[in-house]
Each structure stands twice: as C-alpha cells, then as structure tokens.
C-alpha cells in the first residue's frame, strides 16, 4: 500500500513546537527580510514568510528596496542588520536584479544569521560533514518528513535529479552525511532513467512537469516530488506524475502539500534556531 506523505501534516506539528518554545522566550526571535523589485512570485513568498513569522510570535521586517538599487545599497543594508543585536535571521530573497551580483550578496550576510544556509561558510560545514548554523530549508524540511514516516536512508540509494545549490547539491551531502549511497542527475545525465530505476529513495528537484513517469521508478521505491510547476489547466503540480507513479512506489509526497509546506516551516525553525545560538539558549 502506497502511503501519501503528508507534509502539511509534518509541518503543522512542528510550527505548533516552535509557537510553543517561542511562547517562553524572552527575547522573541527576529527575521529581516528583503526584496528586491517588483517580481509578483517573490512578493507572494515573502509575504507568506511574513504572515507564518508573525501567527508564530517572531517579530519579522521586510525591508523593500527598489529594482534600480545598487548592489552596494544592498551590501550596506546587509552590513547594518548584521550589525543590529535585535536581527537574528537575515534572508535576502531570489532572484535578484539582473545587476546585483547574488553571490557578493550571499557572501556579506553573516553565517551566524545565514537563515538560508546558503552562505559559502555554511555549505562548507555541511560540504565537510559538519554542523552549519541551521541547515537549508527545502533539504532539512526533507529530511523531516523522512524521520517522521521512519524511512532511514543509510546504506539506502538516494538517486537526486537536479543540481540546484537551493536544493540538489545540498540535499546530497545532507543524505551523504547520513551514509546513504548518493547519485545526482541534471540536465547533462545521459541515460536518466537506468538511473532513477535503482532508486530507493527518488528526490525529483528540476522544474519540470510529469518529468518522473511509472517506468523511470522502481517498484516500492520512496519519492520525493520538490518541483512546483503548473500544468497545463494552471494547477500547481510536481516534477512526477503523481497519479502514476503513485501506484508503485512505497512513499510519496503529493504536490502541493508535500515538501512545500515543510520548506516555510524549516524556514520559522531556523529563524528560531538562530535566536537561540545568538541569546546563548539551549
Ligand atoms: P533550478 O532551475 O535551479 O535547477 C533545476 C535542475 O534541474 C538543474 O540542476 C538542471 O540541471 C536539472 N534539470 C533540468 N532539466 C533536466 C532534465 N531534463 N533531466 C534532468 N535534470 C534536469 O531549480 P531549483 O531551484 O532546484 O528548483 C527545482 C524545482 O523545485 C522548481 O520547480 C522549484 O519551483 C521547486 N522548488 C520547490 C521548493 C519547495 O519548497 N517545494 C523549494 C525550492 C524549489
């Protein structure tokens, strides 16, 4: 029997873990985050991460900033919240404008408040199998979901398509680091599916609809779907086809209510996390 991961259910529990901890905090945690320009996918996001901060008891800013601004504009509001004792999480939201170097940005965010984990300081640890500040959100709300059905991947094969620094590579040396047997496919992989049919555990990362079909999965494999696609009826939907492959497989996340909500959720635990290591609470 297949079973349907449910991430709106994995998340609700863990945002009700974070309301209940930021409850007896003295020091309520903070979020800065800021956009740049006037794209209508990031506005929608950051006001999502507005409204979960604040149903959660953290106190969050977004700091909106022209599409003309300078990188170096950028750099110096990046400088003063590093600087300001009462910002404990910095999230710059992407894509950036064409002018702005986005790694130049990354790279002056302070790791200690790297809420995204995408500092290279960051990558790094986790690149050596170390302890990063927080972890990237879309890997670690993975991972959640992967403890919470108990599916362990040690000496599991983990077959990842897509090499995104926001979810492929991370998601690898997440798994690697916990001694699963990892592959990572992209748009260069010749053969994809000879491939993903040794999987135990498939993570479709691409942007890509129904690219993942029946015949690419093995029989009770575990599928994790991250894509975020609209089909052709304008129905939000995955990198797999869902109805399909469904019929196979052991686990499954659904798109939406699989990885998505986890990915906010791991964001608000981060943003906590951050406060605790600032104020020095365990
Ligand atoms: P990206 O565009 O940065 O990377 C896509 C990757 O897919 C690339 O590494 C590319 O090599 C690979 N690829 C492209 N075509 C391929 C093909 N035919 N076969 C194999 N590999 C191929 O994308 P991203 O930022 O990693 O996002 C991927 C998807 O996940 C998008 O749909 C995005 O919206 C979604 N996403 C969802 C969440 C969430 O919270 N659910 C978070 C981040 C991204």
Redesign the pocket.
């Known amino acids: 029997m297949t079973k349907i991961i449910d991430g709106k259910l994995v998340s609700q529990k863990i945002l009700e873990n974070i309301a209940d901890e930021i409850l007896f905090l003295e020091k309520k945690p903070s979020l800065a985050v800021i956009i740049v320009g006037e794209d209508p996918a990031s506005k929608i996001y950051v006001n999502l991460k507005k409204k979960k901060a604040t149903e959660l008891g953290i106190n969050s800013t977004v700091i909106e900033m022209h599409e003309t601004t300078t990188e170096e504009s950028l750099l110096n509001k990046i400088e003063e919240l590093n600087n300001d004792e009462k910002t404990n999480a910095i999230l710059v939201q992407l894509p950036l404008p064409k002018h702005i170097n986005t790694t130049a940005v990354i790279e002056k965010i302070n790791p200690k408040k790297d809420v995204d984990c995408f500092h290279p300081y960051n990558v790094g640890k986790i690149a050596t199998n170390n302890k990063p500040y927080v972890y990237p959100?879309?890997p670690k709300?993975i991972l959640s979901l992967l403890e919470y059905y108990d599916i362990n991947p040690e000496g599991k094969k983990v077959v990842i398509?897509?090499?995104?620094?926001?979810?492929?590579r991370p998601i690898a040396l997440m798994l690697l680091n916990k001694n699963a047997t990892v592959t990572i496919?992209?748009?260069?992989?010749k053969n994809?599916e000879e491939i993903t049919q040794t999987a135990d555990i498939l993570i479709a990362?691409?942007?890509?609809t129904k690219?993942v079909t029946e015949n690419m999965v093995k029989t009770g494999a575990v599928v994790i779907d991250?894509?975020?696609?609209r089909d052709e009826n304008g129905k939000l939907c995955?990198?797999v086809d869902f109805s399909n492959v469904k019929e196979k497989v052991s686990f499954i996340t659904p798109?939406p209510g699989?990885?998505?909500p986890?990915?906010?959720c791991t964001l608000m635990h981060n943003t906590l996390e951050l406060a605790k290591q600032q104020n020095a609470i365990n």
């Open positions: 959100c879309t709300g398509i897509g090499r995104s620094n926001i979810v492929g496919c992209h748009s260069k992989t994809l990362a691409v942007g890509k690219l991250v894509g975020m696609n995955g990198d798109v699989g990885v998505g986890m990915t906010i």
